[in-house]
């Protein structure tokens, strides 16, 4: 089955840090991959998209990365804050010309101070 | 730019009932509507895909007599649940897709639907 995986169900770091979330999917390869914020009661929205043919890309504070090799990709927010506190998910589109996501089961971070 | 809403935000009915949710683009004209559900502490699981003026297409497992969908307009789509039991209980959330950007779907605030 296709499957897209996020490590951590939690993970807790101290303002200031860096967060890392890790994504990891298993069968096809897709075109590119999407990470979303989601806050409690809301719905998704939507951060940065890195295609297969990039190895990184950056938004402000955010970096995402993209390895085909290891069928995963990171995801870092440096220098982090408490308002960085949310659950991530991260999404595949596909497979194939199918236009719909696949999300995982979401990182919840917590940012402390 | 590109923002969906939804309408109601939370909603109760008796089982038995039927409840409508809106989904509309506010700022775009959305080729593509999609709708999920999430149950607490899980990932969002596709219900359906629907393309304005057409029939949605359901994902596996999902019944399309319970869950009416419709794509009338290029800015409104709604879901309908039917004859609701308190299993339907969940956050529905729907999401759109413009016609000039095909890779970056764009949420809505969600739907807390409690039947009682």
């Known amino acids: 089955s296709q499957k897209i995986e996020q490590n951590s169900e939690a993970l807790n770091i101290q303002e200031g840090k860096t967060a890392t979330l890790t994504c990891n999917y298993t069968?096809?390869?897709?075109?590119?991959l999407q990470w979303y914020r989601q806050d409690p009661g809301r719905g998704p929205v939507f951060l940065l998209l890195?295609?297969?043919?990039?190895k990184e890309k950056r938004k402000e504070r955010l970096k995402v990365t993209f390895d085909t090799t290891l069928k995963q990709s990171l995801f870092h927010i440096t220098a982090s804050q408490p308002a960085d506190s949310a659950t991530y998910l991260c999404a595949r589109w596909g497979p194939g010309t199918a236009s719909k996501l696949t999300f995982g089961t979401g990182t919840r971070l917590q940012v402390t101070l | 730019g590109a923002v969906v809403s939804q309408h109601p935000s939370r909603v109760i009915c008796k089982s038995g009932t039927s409840v409508k949710i809106e989904c509309r683009s506010l700022d775009f004209q959305a080729t593509t509507m999609f709708w999920y559900r999430q149950f607490p502490k899980q990932s969002l699981m596709l219900m359906a895909t629907s393309n304005e003026g057409s029939k949605a297409t359901y994902e596996q497992g999902v019944e399309k007599d319970k869950f009416l969908i419709n794509h009338a307009s290029l800015t409104l789509s709604t879901l309908t649940v039917t004859s609701a039991h308190p299993e339907d209980s969940s956050f529905y959330i729907c999401s759109a897709l413009s016609g000039a950007s095909t890779d970056t779907q764009y949420f809505g605030p969600g739907t807390r639907l409690t039947v009682l």
């Open positions: 069968n096809y390869s897709p075109a590119y």
């Open positions: 890195i295609r297969e043919n990039e």
